[in-house]
């Protein structure tokens, strides 16, 4: 036989084989794949039947997290402790203690983020970092201290950038951790 004859043959068995077998996408997925609450339709498919979607708690919803820096921001210590941020007001009386220009950056943030803050939770914002480098908003973690809640945030691997204004990050982070 000649390769060209053989070409058509194996496209119809590769067919066939994908027919057979399903994609490797249905492969992946479970819910293709026939499962003991599934059904068959009318045409002789199985279908699976809808699940309900499990609730959760409101402590097991994943937090929001942001980082706000700016250049020329640093001024005064880094916070101790976080400032819960139960609303607009507080985000502007908050924003108003920070430098120049981490105000707006800060305030724009903050307020998108608190309307995705999941129930049970609270928003708070800290003081974490002064650096040429901004961290990596998914380090930033919370913790207790005495009645306070703490942000930390892992800082930037050093890179020996030498830079003429630090930058100064502000974590945000909604928790469930109770205080007092």
Same mark, same amino acid.
């Given at each position: 036989?000649? &390769?060209?004859?053989?070409?058509?043959?194996? %496209?119809?068995?590769?067919?066939?084989?994908?027919?057979?077998?399903?994609?490797?996408? @249905?492969?992946?997925? $479970?819910?293709?794949? +026939?499962? +003991?609450?599934?059904? =068959?339709?009318?045409?002789?498919?199985?279908?699976?039947?809808?699940? !309900?979607?499990?609730?959760?708690?409101?402590?097991?919803?994943? $937090?929001?997290?942001?980082?706000?820096?700016? /250049? *020329?921001?640093? @001024?005064?210590? %880094?916070?101790?402790?976080?400032?819960?941020? &139960?609303?607009?007001?507080?985000?502007?009386?908050?924003?108003?203690?920070?430098?120049?220009?981490?105000? @707006?950056?800060?305030?724009?943030?903050?307020?998108?983020?608190?309307?995705?803050? !999941?129930? /049970?939770?609270?928003?708070?914002?800290?003081?974490?970092?002064? *650096?040429?480098?901004?961290?990596? +908003?998914?380090?930033?973690?919370?913790?207790? =201290?005495?009645?306070?809640?703490?942000?930390?945030?892992?800082?930037?691997?050093?890179?020996?950038?030498?830079? #003429?204004?630090? @930058?100064? =990050?502000?974590?945000? #982070? =909604?928790?469930?951790? &109770?205080?007092?």
């Amino acid at each position: 036989m000649h &390769p060209t004859r053989l070409l058509p043959l194996a %496209l119809a068995a590769t067919a066939l084989l994908v027919t057979a077998c399903g994609t490797s996408d @249905e492969a992946s997925d $479970p819910a293709a794949s +026939p499962t +003991p609450s599934a059904s =068959s339709s009318p045409s002789g498919t199985t279908e699976p039947k809808p699940q !309900p979607e499990p609730s959760r708690p409101p402590s097991s919803e994943k $937090p929001v997290r942001g980082l706000v820096s700016a /250049g *020329g921001a640093a @001024e005064g210590d %880094l916070e101790r402790t976080a400032t819960p941020l &139960p609303d607009a007001a507080a985000i502007k009386a908050y924003a108003a203690t920070l430098g120049t220009s981490l105000q @707006e950056p800060f305030a724009t943030k903050a307020t998108s983020l608190l309307g995705q803050v !999941p129930a /049970g939770q609270r928003l708070y914002a800290q003081t974490v970092y002064d *650096g040429c480098e901004a961290p990596d +908003p998914a380090t930033i973690t919370a913790s207790t =201290s005495g009645s306070d809640v703490v942000l930390h945030v892992t800082p930037p691997k050093s890179t020996k950038i030498q830079c #003429l204004v630090a @930058e100064r =990050s502000v974590a945000l #982070l =909604s928790t469930d951790i &109770p205080v007092g």
